[in-house]
T-cell receptor, first 114, second 114 residues
Framework: ETGVTQTPRHLVMGMTNKKSLKCEQH?????MYWYKQSAKKPLELMFVYSLEERVENNSVPSRFSPECPNSSHLFLHLHTLQPEDSALYLC?????????????FGSGTRLTVV | AQKVTQAQTEISVVEKEDVTLDCVYETRDTTYYLFWYKQPPSGELVFLIR??????QNEISGRYSWNFQKSTSSFNFTITASQVVDSAVYFC???????????FGAGTRLFVKA
């Protein structure tokens, strides 16, 4: 499979639940990213991993916890979320950690917190 | 600091019309990269083009063309003979060397009516 694959595509969770978003790329890219896209707001960078090391944590609340076990996989663990966390969560990868060559994005996980 | 402004929030055209999406950027770096991405209703941002700051040549790819003008800090995108499948949100973005962030504009939603 090529490109960036995200699962699940849709997720509804209660505020007390714990869930995880998964992202997988087989492009041989060295960097992976989590972005949040809320209605009426610009794309927000959440986390950057380069060669499996976290290099950026953009003031994201601790209820979001990323994990990068290897260069092909990235997770976003969610717990005790708030309704305002409902958004489209996009994973991306790039050949270089500065994404100067551009991103390859997944289709996103549409998260609804109830 | 870097900034990308897409002043047009929404544009609506009729099929076969030409449409130009505006992008104005701000950066003090002399080396930078500009991008356009397309986000169809499926959610995935699709890479369209990348331009570096030293290459002001305009580019044409099928019905798509891009006009990069450093003098006005603009990187505009024109779709010729628009089609319904062009309906999407289009994002302009800026990356600079040495950083981990790509700065995205707020996006322009394009509606192409049959």
């Amino acid at each position: 499979e090529t490109g960036v694959t995200q699962t699940p595509r849709h997720l509804v969770m209660g505020m007390t639940n714990k869930k995880s978003l998964k992202c997988e790329q087989h492009l041989g890219h060295n960097a992976m990213y989590w972005y949040k896209q809320s209605a009426k707001k610009p794309l927000e960078l959440m986390f950057v991993y380069s060669l499996e090391e976290r290099v950026e944590n953009n003031s994201v609340p601790s209820r979001f916890s990323p994990e990068c076990p290897n260069s092909s996989h990235l997770f976003l663990h969610l717990h005790t979320l708030q309704p305002e966390d409902s958004a489209l969560y996009l994973c991306a990868s790039s050949q270089d950690q500065g994404a100067l060559l551009g991103y390859t994005f997944g289709s996103g996980t549409r998260l609804t917190v109830v | 600091a870097q900034k990308v402004t897409q002043a047009q929030t929404e544009i609506s055209v009729v099929e076969k019309e030409d449409v130009t999406l505006d992008c104005v950027y701000e950066t003090r770096d002399t080396t930078y990269y500009l991008f356009w991405y397309k986000q169809p209703p499926s959610g995935e941002l699709v890479f369209l083009i990348r331009r570096n700051s030293f290459d002001e040549q305009n580019e044409i790819s099928g019905r798509y063309s891009w006009n990069f003008q450093k003098s006005t800090s603009s990187f505009n995108f024109t779709i010729t003979a628009s089609q319904v499948v062009d309906s999407a949100v289009y994002f302009c973005a800026l990356s600079v060397t040495g950083g981990f962030k790509t700065i995205f504009g707020a996006g322009t939603r394009l509606f192409v009516k049959a």
